[in-house]
């Protein structure tokens, strides 16, 4: 891979995910299959997040092009149309019907990369629909990138040559600082993701989206994990009132046994 351009000039890339609207209430058909029917479909959360940041970072630091990425089925065109009217420039979708996994999509996602030459890869910590969190981190090793996950706080340095991030741990904030190219994923409490407007939905139209093939990436569909059962989770028992703490641990330790 070439090195990614240096100095003011940056080249963002946000991949994003088509997911259920988490509004929405997901059923499962007599087989286990999932119905979706009615089922609204949005930019994954935390990818808009991600998104809302790369535009932030080219308000403050200069000439920024942003592409959005997905892959996918035909349908993902929407939440790509979605991130141009956010803001990005170009869009990619890598077109494909088959059911893929964190690792294959990571695959996917990296063939593109080597082809954009971006500076910085900003994407979602996790999807709303599967909750993995093993795309990104997964880039960055195939990638031999550094990486900084869970950030809630991005800051450019040197030029932007070097970043710094704050990122969300069970033990408090820890700041990492790290040399462009770098892949980071992106956490609640970042940013909150602006509206799409009337404007840009218009001006939307007008920019590029390019459809990708399997073949011009060099990539074949291989997933190494496959789902043998869905079920809806069991209704939640209602709560009972304890007298005092020598109750609750009673209970934890001979009714829940998990003391």
Known sequence: MKSPATGNA????VPIKRVPDTDTRIRLKGDGSVDWDGVKFVINPFDAIALEEALRIGEKSGPVEIVVVSVGVEACVEQLR???AMGAERAILVRTDAALDPLAVAKFL????????????L?????????ASQVGPMMA????????TFVSKVEFLEN???IRCERE????IETLTMSLPALLTTD????EPRYVSLPGIMKARKKPLQEISLAEISQTPSTRTRILKMEVPAKRKAGVRLAGVVELVDKLKNEATII
């Open 10 to 13: 940056l080249k963002i890339l």
């Open 82 to 84: 979605t991130g141009l």
């Open 110 to 121: 990296v063939a593109v990369c080597l082809k954009e030459n971006p500076n910085l890869i």
């Open 123 to 131: 994407m979602g910590k996790q999807a709303t629909d599967d909750d």
């Open 141 to 148: 090793a195939l990638l031999g990138w550094g990486q900084a």
């Open 160 to 162: 932007n040559t070097r």
């Open 169 to 172: 741990t069970d033990a408090g």
């Open 188 to 191: 609640l409490r970042l940013n």
